[in-house]
């Protein structure tokens, strides 16, 4: 039987940062098609009145996420 070294996986910030980002992605896009769902139905302005815009909720998930993985406020925000 032959032996090999174990093999090691490594995360960075900027996998969590690119994951993080996805998952944004993905919420906005439901929300947007909840959004849509319920303007097809006439109750947007109780949607809208309720709740963050979606720039405004994913400015306070990305400062949150670079708040707990480290990335100081002088690193660029758009990739």
């Given at each position: 039987?032959?032996?090999?070294?174990?093999?090691?996986?490594?995360?960075?910030?900027?996998?969590?940062a690119?994951?993080?980002?996805?998952?944004?992605a993905?919420?906005?896009?439901?929300?947007e098609?909840?959004?849509q769902?319920?303007?097809?139905?006439?109750?947007?302005?109780?949607?809208?009145?309720?709740?963050?815009?979606?720039?405004?909720r994913?400015?306070?998930?990305?400062?949150?996420?670079?708040?707990?993985?480290?990335?100081?406020?002088?690193?660029?925000?758009?990739?």
């Amino acid at each position: 039987m032959l032996r090999r070294t174990p093999t090691s996986l490594t995360i960075t910030s900027e996998d969590i940062a690119t994951y993080e980002d996805r998952r944004v992605a993905r919420e906005q896009a439901a929300a947007e098609a909840q959004a849509q769902a319920l303007r097809e139905q006439g109750n947007d302005a109780t949607m809208i009145s309720s709740s963050p815009t979606p720039e405004e909720r994913e400015r306070e998930l990305r400062r949150k996420r670079q708040d707990r993985i480290g990335i100081g406020a002088g690193r660029r925000q758009g990739r």
